[in-house]
């Protein structure tokens, strides 16, 4: 676990490289190491800022040389299942002189190239030179865990990195915003979900792709996929037996990612979820000691406390909590933002922020979390409005509306509401534009230049997955797959890589590997939800004997919540001051923002996510000296 840096150019950058690295030395705090070697008529610069997590001698430490002399690599991640694909390469006769993850991926590399990459349990961004092929390839992991940013300049040539920052530094051009993504972001909240960053010209490599640079022809590939999610098969699985493959997948999982040689701990919100990552650790480890880490609200609405405590009584945990106010968040923002290096979804994510802070002050380097489970097993509300296209699709509008009738009766539902989301993805863009106007969220608003962003090429749409015809009858599995890779998961899982790496602490999240994915994705949907709408119903039941029965019956979900509304009105005062002083943008009409904040706060206008992304948004914008 760690960051790294690194350039392909035809200069040497040796003057700024080290310095540019040492802009993420909260990422790997124990080394910072960098190399520049000549190939051809390029120079080629790897930098690495160790966090040591397995194998901690300095032999470990990258840039990584594999025995033979062909390969370099860094890399930023974890392989769980490193004992047993180092077994195989003994096997066929690879030598190994570290105990490290490190070597394993190398010399995997080495022997089976892009075919490796299925046989990893891990997250991992890396980039790998082959001296012989006289080729870097770049690599991210399938869920896009870890981070990798890259920037490619037509004179400049190839920059990539773990921290955006870094990368900046190192590019030593001007940022300028891109202007999509910033729309994207203010008026739909989206963002992490494509290829652009926030930043012109900085791209992300989107999860399970790579490509690769030819140093002997300066020629870089276009990105080419090496996963992606699949739900062509459908599994004749009966439940029990699903549901036995699904406990038996977990607790695998569990059990590799408790591998570590520093302090472990898991992060505690009370839900269904993370509740299982730490009775699944009881469960597989009796006797070891567990550190859980929680955040309480102080809104007893918003409290998960009581759900938190059952959990540490039952597994004997040391529990761990962390309180907080919007003092609290204005002392510790722009650090955030900073540490965050885009702008993100809202105050939730400080929640977050505070837990890594709190595991870090009781020396704890790893921590377990029960991100990714939604968007595997149905969870958050149960995706009503797919789960009713599905039924519409298999059994007709009558069963739909029996369904629709039973999804009303669970925490936050209604009839009306069901039918909404079915018209939230099956409206035409026109139409959905026009309920979005009607509903006060306008695809114009005031607050934009919309004529100088026209003239810039910015599209004025909500980007809308389609339904494709093939997966007619499927449409909850559809939306699974996508917000793996596209909008859902990714801005979560950056959320929590930042704010972990912000601490020096490696996060992990054992529902996401490639076996568990696979297998849920090929469940037929009412595995995940059931007849009555129950969320993640396989594995509740999955689960049973395992995790406390009060908490598998939960039809709630809260999880690090906050009272935002609360917390940015209490901060009215500073946050009109920093979009009063926030640097004049091209494309964004702060007087508008002001008035339209002032009847928020007057409460004229409705309190809603836009006045966080204001906030977020402009304060970013200053604190990275955008141009």
């Given amino acids: 676990m760690c960051g790294f840096l690194g350039f392909v150019s035809k200069e040497s950058y040796d003057s700024c490289f080290y310095n540019s690295l040492d802009i993420m030395k909260h990422r790997g705090p124990d080394k910072q190491l960098t190399t520049i070697e000549k190939i051809e008529e390029f120079y080629v610069g790897l930098g690495h800022a160790r966090l040591s997590i397995i194998d901690l001698s300095v032999a470990a430490s990258q840039p990584f040389e594999s025995s033979c002399g062909r390969y370099s690599l ?147 590939s276009a990105p080419m996929v090496w996963w992606k999610p699949d739900i062509s098969f459908t599994s004749k699985l009966t439940f029990d037996d699903a549901k036995l493959k699904l406990r038996e997948l977990f607790l695998d999982s569990v059990k590799l990612h408790l591998r570590s040689d520093v302090p472990l701990g898991v992060a505690l919100s009370g839900g269904i979820d993370s509740s299982a990552v730490v009775c699944a650790v009881r469960y597989l480890q009796p006797n070891i000691p567990i550190n859980t880490f929680s955040y309480i609200a102080s809104d007893e609405n918003l409290s998960e406390e009581k759900w938190v405590d059952l959990i540490n009584q039952k597994v004997g945990a040391t529990e761990h909590k962390v309180f907080s106010n919007a003092s609290d968040m204005q002392k510790d923002l722009d650090l955030m933002i900073l540490m965050q290096g885009e702008p993100f979804g809202g105050t939730s994510i400080y929640a977050q922020y505070r837990v890594f802070q709190l595991a870090k002050e009781k020396g704890v380097t790893v921590t377990l979390d029960g991100q990714g489970a939604d968007e595997l097993l149905a969870g958050y509300s149960g995706y009503p409005g797919h789960k009713l296209l599905s039924i519409i699709e298999n059994h007709g509008l009558w069963q739909a509306h029996k369904y629709a009738k039973k999804w009303a009766l669970l925490p936050g539902g209604s009839y009306s509401l069901a039918w909404k989301y079915v018209g939230r993805i099956k409206l035409p863009d026109s139409l959905y534009a026009f309920a979005r106007r009607k509903t006060g969220r306008d695809f114009y608003p005031p607050w934009l230049k919309i004529d100088y962003m026209k003239n810039e090429g910015v599209e004025f749409k909500e980007d809308r997955p389609n339904l494709m015809k093939e997966n007619k009858g499927k449409r909850v599995r559809e939306v699974l797959a996508n917000s793996l890779q596209n909008r859902g998961l990714p801005s979560l899982l950056r959320h929590g890589d930042r704010n972990s790496m912000a601490f020096s602490i490696e996060s992990r999240v054992p529902f996401l590997t490639l076996p568990l994915a696979e297998f849920l994705l090929s469940l037929p949907e009412h595995y995940l939800i059931s007849d009555e709408g129950v969320t993640k119903h396989i594995f509740r039941e999955a689960m049973r004997g395992i995790v406390p029965d009060s908490h598998l019956d939960r039809k709630d979900k809260i999880g690090f919540a906050t009272p935002e509304s609360q917390w940015l009105l209490e901060m009215k005062d500073i946050i009109k001051d920093w979009i009063v002083t926030a640097p004049r943008i091209s494309f964004i009409n702060k007087e508008e923002i002001i008035k339209e904040f002032e009847e928020v706060v007057e409460g004229k206008r409705k309190f809603d996510g836009r006045v966080w992304r204001w906030v977020n948004y402009l304060r970013w914008y200053t604190l990275m000296d955008m141009k």
């Fill in 74 to 220: 860094v890399y930023n991640g974890e392989i769980y299942n490193y004992k047993e694909l180092r077994e195989e390469l003994l096997n066929i006769g690879f030598e190994f002189y570290t105990d490290s993850d490190t070597e394993v991926l190398i010399n995997a590399w080495a022997a089976w190239g892009l075919k490796s990459l299925p046989k990893f349990i891990g997250m991992f961004s890396f980039a790998v030179l082959d001296r012989s092929n006289k080729k870097l390839t770049l690599v991210r992991d399938a869920f896009g865990i870890k981070p990798f940013f890259y920037s490619l300049h037509q004179t400049k040539g190839l920059f990539f990195g773990s921290d955006i920052r870094a990368l900046l530094k190192l590019r030593d051009v001007e940022p300028k915003p891109d202007m999509q993504r910033a729309y994207d972001y203010l008026v739909h909240g989206d963002y992490d979900s494509l290829e652009c960053s926030f930043v012109k010209d900085i791209k992300h490599l989107l999860p399970g792709n790579y490509f690769e640079f030819d140093l002997t022809s300066g020629n870089t």
